[in-house]
């Protein structure tokens, strides 16, 4: 028997300036719900403690810094002198690189979907988004992406209805936080053909 999983908005727990709000729900899951309190606070996993792959490293930076827990970070500069702070390779990722190798996965199997799906193939599809929106470390984006799976059904017939869903999918996201939507006419162009001749 599966355990209810935590509802969420994202918009609950931004304000209109970007930063976090205190947001606590009930709920019967092992995930908890909780976000620490403040403008900039952490959205906390089941153990209580910040969730690595719900935050960004900004923001986990920025609370270990508020606490005289900080780490060492590596600072790069770039030829326009702009530092950008990033962890070495070798750490778990944070909420933004997490989602950065996941929508490439994503991506990279609706480009390998066949151009007509056999009914097992759709069914094998299926089941893996079910799983999916229920296994993703970032439990909330997890809940965001069930929830969006649930008012856009699947489209899993032919590779170009899947690709296209799957853009879409994406887009949504990307307009949650406020990035450049992707023109899902050209969805294929970018995750399987590369027609202008810089991938090879």
């Not at 986990?60 to 702070?85: C, D, E, F, H, N």
């Not at 990279?108 to 893996?128: C, G, L, W």
Request: glycine letters at 8%.
């Amino acid at each position: 028997m599966s355990k209810p999983q935590p509802s969420f908005n994202m918009a609950d727990f931004m304000n209109p300036s970007g930063g976090s709000q205190i947001k606590k729900e009930e709920t019967t899951t092992e995930s908890t719900t909780a976000a620490v309190p403040g403008k900039k606070g952490l959205i906390l996993g089941p153990d209580g403690k910040p969730c690595r792959t719900c935050n960004s490293l900004t923001d986990l930076l920025a609370a270990a810094a508020a606490t005289g827990k900080a780490p060492a970070p590596t600072t790069t500069t770039t030829t326009t002198t702009t530092s950008v702070t990033t962890l070495p390779a070798d750490c778990p990722p944070d909420v933004e690189t997490l989602g950065r190798h996941t929508w490439t996965l994503l991506h990279s199997i609706t480009a390998t979907y066949p151009t007509v799906a056999t009914p097992e193939k759709q069914q094998e599809m299926s089941m893996f988004l079910d799983i999916f929106g229920r296994i993703y470390p970032c439990w909330f984006c997890a809940g965001d992406f069930r929830k969006w799976k649930e008012e856009n059904k699947p489209k899993l017939e032919t590779r170009q209805d899947f690709g296209d869903w799957m853009c879409r999918a994406h887009n949504a996201v990307n307009k949650k936080l406020g990035k450049k939507e992707f023109d899902c006419r050209f969805w294929e162009e970018r995750w399987r053909e590369a027609k202008d001749g810089r991938c090879g």
